[in-house]
């Protein structure tokens, strides 16, 4: 069970396909919100419940219709990869039928000393893949992640591919917003990137988003290019899934589009303002140094946050340490397949 947010229910993932190919003889309910089926939907003996959080499984009685719903499956375990009020309410319910359960432990105190104002403690934390892990192995089984594979390339729609044109050889993808502003790098540095990106003509750069407000902002970035093209509003959900698989890199924020490229096993560059990929949250089977991170000699209390919602006075333009050329480099590097 992990119900939210987009980018924590892609950090499944790759464990959930790495334990299907390890144990093919279990089959796996994964139990989340309807619009993240589409990520399991390619892994083996893995089905998908959907969690009506609106109507049916609303409230404690909802949860309580929800259990039931479960109990009908024969499920033999209950792995809570969430941790929250109500998948505890779920997972004690199997506990008392005598159905044995495990649940992430999401390391708060590491964090919470990781992210301190005062006496910061900075190492790197467990990731958040090892710890769901973890919770299989008190389930009795083991995960390897030291060789994992992705998912074939998708083939492209006739519909993608009269948005995106054929006439390219590399395609950058770039999903320039986060959820909290401090994650955001600023939107003219940003611009200065794609503008250097796209004077190479043969890579189509693809601008993702979400939304009345930045799809108006990405029209705009785009305008000026005959190979930068703004995809957000213009495909499905799993048309974007389609097509960012098919990317030889992704740029992102500390954002949930930098674990879906990830976990179709594409490149993903991060950059990171108020938080750190020391927070157990980088994106699956990426090297460090593909993680930029703003300067701590003149941001020392970064990271301040594990999320980037807590504001930090004097820290506001702390990704403007991470230079334009910087990104563009480790961009080409990456592209060219290297």
């Known amino acids: 069970m992990r119900l939210s947010a987009m980018g924590d229910v892609a950090m499944t993932v790759p464990v959930l396909r790495a334990f299907t190919e390890q144990h093919p003889t279990v089959k796996i309910t994964v139990i989340s919100r309807p ?37 009908i499956l024969e499920i033999d375990a209950f792995a809570d990869l969430h941790n929250v009020l109500r998948s505890k309410v779920v997972r004690n319910l199997f506990a008392l039928s005598g159905k044995k359960i495990a649940f992430v432990d999401k390391g708060r105190a590491e964090k919470k000393a990781l992210t301190a104002a005062e006496n910061k403690v900075f190492k790197p934390l467990t990731t958040m893949f090892e710890r769901h892990v973890q919770v299989f192995k008190e389930l009795g ?67 993702f988003g979400g939304g009345r407000k930045e799809i108006e902002i990405l029209d705009t970035i785009s305008s000026p290019y005959e190979n930068v ?6 495909l499905s959900f799993q048309q974007e899934l389609q097509l960012i698989s098919n990317l030889d890199v992704m740029l992102s924020m500390d954002s949930g589009n930098a674990h879906i490229a990830a976990m179709l096993g594409v490149k993903v560059i991060t950059l990171w303002g108020a938080t750190h990929p020391f927070s157990g949250f980088s994106p699956f089977n990426q090297p460090l140094q593909n993680a930029l991170v703003s300067d701590r000699n003149l941001f020392p209390k970064l990271p301040t946050s594990v999320y980037g919602n807590k504001k930090v006075a004097g820290h506001e333009d702390a990704m403007r340490t991470i230079t334009v050329d910087s990104i563009v480099k480790v961009l080409n590097y990456c592209k060219q397949g290297i």
């Open 141 to 207: 089984f083991t995960v390897d992640l030291s060789n994992p594979s992705f998912p074939e390339k998708a083939n492209l729609s006739s519909e993608i591919v009269s948005i995106i044109g054929d006439n390219h050889q590399k395609m950058i993808g770039i999903a320039p917003f986060a959820q909290y502003d401090l994650k955001v790098y600023p939107l003219d540095l940003m611009q200065q990137v794609i503008a250097q990106l796209a004077e190479n003509l043969q890579c189509k750069i693809l601008l």
């Open 229 to 234: 093209i703004n995809i957000a509003g213009k």
């Open 35 to 71: 619009f993240f089926k589409p990520f399991f939907e390619t892994i083996p003996n893995v089905s998908f419940f959907a969690f009506d959080e609106k109507v049916k499984h609303k409230g404690f009685l909802g949860l309580l219709r929800l259990y039931k719903d479960l109990k």
